[in-house]
T-cell receptor, first 112, second 114 residues
Framework: AQSVTQPDIHITVSEGASLELRCNYS??????LFWYVQSPGQGLQLLLK??????LVQGIKGFEAEFKRSQSSFNLRKPSVHWSDAAEYFC??????????FGAGTRLTVKP | DAGITQSPRHKVTETGTPVTLRCHQT?????MYWYRQDPGHGLRLIHY???????DKGEVSDGYSVSRSKTEDFLLTLESATSSQTSVYFC?????????????FGPGTRLTVL
């Protein structure tokens, strides 16, 4: 089955600084890749997804992610972080087996 | 926002008691999922349903059962709750089974088993 690794458990950035959250996946074919965001006490909200085509994907709230097949990565980026971006971020990989696998999550803290 | 509600939102119970969590959707989506969320593990699939009375196991199904008698409701039952089932439970819905499509999540149920 597919799997996902998010190497960073917790990241702290200053407001206005750039952000990159890492995601590595393991799957034998082209995966479907997702980034979700979870605010405290809330469910998950989709930020963006990739399943084919342009490897640079734009999402909501100014986020983007780039699929790099050679590195089995799907890192999430934002050029300038806002205090409201503080949340937990989950990378997920889906395949044609109706089995979505989620990473353990990266908690983002934003310093004023 | 997708119309998904979960009930109860919080529950405290004792070891050995049965517990049923309810997920209700108003989107008429065919697929429904139950996940549990634990620190360090992200979300893990417990069971899913691909139609009325059609269900299948996920990654961590032991100790859980599900039922779906109507399109809009998907029930998760812990027949005899254990402390290891203390977790936050999320329901999700999807229009079809293709994993390229987005899953919409409910607000979650925090379950504590003492």
């Amino acid at each position: 089955a597919q799997s996902v690794t998010q190497p960073d458990i917790h990241i702290t950035v200053s407001e206005g600084a750039s952000l990159e959250l890492r995601c590595n996946y393991s799957y034998g074919a082209t995966p479907y890749l997702f980034w979700y965001v979870q605010s405290p006490g809330q469910g998950l909200q989709l930020l963006l997804k990739y399943f084919s085509g342009d490897t640079l994907v734009q999402g909501i709230k100014g986020f983007e992610a780039e699929f790099k097949r050679s590195q089995s990565s799907f890192n999430l980026r934002k050029p300038s972080v806002h205090w409201s971006d503080a949340a937990e971020y989950f990378c997920a990989v889906g395949a044609n087996n109706n089995d979505m696998r989620f990473g353990a999550g990266t908690r983002l803290t934003v310093k004023p | 926002d997708a119309g998904i509600t979960q009930s109860p939102r919080h529950k405290v119970t004792e070891t050995g008691t049965p517990v049923t969590l309810r997920c209700h959707q108003t989107e008429n989506h065919r697929y429904m999922y139950w996940y549990r969320q634990d620190p360090g593990h992200g979300l893990r699939l417990i069971h899913y349903s691909y139609g009325v009375k059609d269900t299948d196991k996920g990654e961590v199904s032991d100790g859980y059962s599900v039922s779906r008698s109507k399109t809009e409701d998907f029930l998760l039952t812990l027949e005899s709750a254990t402390s290891s089932q203390t977790s936050v439970y999320f329901c999700a819905i999807q229009a079809d089974g293709r994993n390229r499509n987005e899953q919409f999540f409910g607000p979650g149920t925090r379950l504590t088993v003492l």
